[in-house]
T-cell receptor, first 112, second 119 residues
Framework: LAKTTQPISMDSYEGQEVNITCSHN???????ITWYQQFPSQGPRFIIQGYKTKVTNEVASLFIPADRKSSTLSLPRVSLSDTAVYYC?????????????FGTGTLLAVQP | GAVVSQHPSWVICKSGTSVKIECRSLDFQATTMFWYRQFPKQSLMLMATSNEGSKATYEQGVEKDKFLINHASLTLSTLTVTSAHPEDSSFYIC???????????????FGPGTRLTVL
């Protein structure tokens, strides 16, 4: 299972764009990259998933370079409610195990 | 999207008693469910993989006789913490995987978690 490395914490202000980068140097061919958001005392919530290039949905964008050894979650115009821990995970979602190993995550603190 | 529920959302018990936590996939069938444990200010730690109709696969260091997992149906998995002690106090989260529509991959959906406090 590919290990991920991301910053422990980040600070931002309301209205700014936030980019959180995750390193996954030993990502496998069949692995997808998924980002989750977790608020205190809640289960993780799916944000976005991708395999390569760029993926965009209504809440975020995910940028994945050609070598797929890293990925960047982009949150446009964050608000106070985006203060949470963000986890980057890689896994073979079509494979036999499907299990996800969580890394440390990034605590994003948004200030007014 | 798919919904996973957990019951109870919180539980307080005395040391030495057993506690059962249920994890249900409400609108889909999940062949595989996972159980995680999370201590304060720490990341989620995978405890075990639960497959319907078969024995659970436990991660290294997790006592299978203490954390009993039963996946009796495609929509229900239970985690029983036997002879609970204060050090078992934690936030327990389950997840379930499914493949939606024509997606080429499985998606994993998490439950809201269960806060266990052992006195």
């Amino acid at each position: 299972l590919a290990k991920t490395t991301q910053p422990i914490s980040m600070d931002s202000y309301e209205g700014q764009e936030v980019n959180i980068t995750c390193s996954h140097n030993n990502i496998a061919t069949n692995d997808y990259i998924t980002w989750y958001q977790q608020f205190p005392s809640q289960g993780p919530r799916f944000i976005i998933q991708g395999y390569k290039t760029k993926v965009t949905n209504e809440v975020a964008s995910l940028f994945i370079p050609a070598d797929r050894k890293s990925s960047t979650l982009s949150l446009p115009r964050v608000s106070l409610s985006d203060t949470a821990v963000y986890y980057c995970l890689v896994g073979d979602y079509g494979g036999a195990t499907n299990k996800l190993i969580f890394g440390t995550g990034t605590l994003l603190a948004v200030q007014p | 999207g798919a919904v996973v529920s957990q019951h109870p959302s919180w539980v307080i018990c005395k040391s030495g008693t057993s506690v059962k936590i249920e994890c249900r996939s409400l609108d889909f069938q999940a062949t595989t469910m996972f159980w995680y444990r999370q201590f304060p200010k720490q990341s989620l730690m995978l405890m075990a993989t639960s497959n319907e109709g078969s024995k659970a696969t436990y991660e290294q260091g997790v006592e299978k006789d203490k954390f009993l997992i039963n996946h009796a149906s495609l929509t229900l998995s239970t985690l029983t913490v036997t002879s609970a002690h204060p050090e078992d106090s934690s936030f327990y989260i389950c997840s379930a995987i499914t493949r939606l529509g024509f997606a080429p991959y499985n998606e994993q959906f998490f439950g809201p978690g269960t806060r266990l406090t052992v006195l």
